[in-house]
């Protein structure tokens, strides 16, 4: 099969937006992130089981993605595996693509894929499949990289795009199979609405918010985020495992980098295990 041929390919997707929306340089960066992390109010906490960050450069969504971040402080998981979801912004992608990776590269160092994870995968079928020519320049994944390096250890990476046409529910259904210990975590990359008004925004993006935090599916499909996708897939594991929400930050654009005249919305949710 294609992906078994392309899974004994060595290769590092290296960065693709270092130096536009996050510094470059290593020293720079690590500052950057830390100064971030330092800036964002809340605890570190023992029971993350997944996150729900923001993917534009640092300037303008940086501080609402560190009250996410800022919680895996010092929680004490050895080596993770995080399931990154996210959209496919720059190439079509069928269902939930996948990459063959051996690691993402950014200025911090290399982030290793769990292979093992995403050949287990693949081995499912639909949704999954390779999509290594769109994970190339896609930026909502790798923003969130520097963050896990800061604040994790070690861990390894389950990088994952989703399509317009993916279903979130049985990509649900088949990361919950993988998905069932301490050892996982699940980091959704999405933003929210884009070009409204600050106060258009607001409002949608307050009612999606809401949506998301009473686990009402239905309200979230008619919202507005361009990880939208993921963020329903995030929904039915929370449904099946247990998991509660909380918000941790919002802004808009508007209020960091640009106009209020149209903007995008930023938002950190927090899912916590509680029953652990």
Not at 64 to 83: E, I, K, M, N, S
Not at 207 to 215: D, Q, S
Not at 247 to 256: A, E, N, P, Q, R
Request: net charge negative; glycine share 8%.
């Amino acid at each position: 099969m294609a992906h078994e041929r392309a899974s004994k390919v060595t290769w590092v997707r290296e960065p693709a937006v270092a130096g536009r929306f996050y510094p470059a340089t290593p020293s720079r960066l690590e500052q950057a992130v830390r100064s971030l992390l330092e800036q964002a109010t809340g605890t570190p906490e023992p029971n993350v089981r997944a996150l729900i960050v923001p993917h534009a450069g640092y300037l303008c969504s940086g501080h609402v993605a560190a009250c996410a971040f800022r919680r895996l402080l010092d929680h004490g998981r050895a080596g993770p595996t995080v399931y990154l979801m996210g959209p496919a912004h720059w190439l079509p992608v069928e269902g939930v693509g996948l990459s063959t990776a051996h690691s993402f590269a950014t200025p911090l160092g290399l982030a290793p894929v769990a292979h093992q994870r995403v050949e287990r995968l693949l081995q499912m079928g639909k949704p999954f499949s390779v999509a290594d020519a769109a994970h190339a320049p896609e930026h909502c994944l790798e923003v969130q990289l520097p963050f896990l390096q800061i604040v994790l250890a070690r861990f390894q990476i389950v990088p994952m795009l989703f399509g317009i046409e993916a279903d979130p529910a049985l990509a649900a259904r088949a990361l919950i199979e993988l998905v069932n210990d301490e050892s996982s975590l699940l980091v959704v990359s999405s933003d929210l609405s884009h070009g409204y008004t600050h106060e258009q925004a607001q409002q949608m993006d307050r009612n999606l918010l809401a949506a998301v935090l009473a686990g009402d599916l239905a309200a979230v499909e008619r919202g507005e985020a361009c990880g939208l996708s993921a963020i329903l897939c995030l929904m039915h594991m929370a449904h099946h495992f247990g998991w509660t929400p909380s918000l941790l930050g919002y802004c808009t654009s508007g209020d960091t980098c640009s106009s209020r005249a149209s903007v995008v919305g930023y938002g950190a949710l927090l899912y916590r295990d509680l029953i652990s």
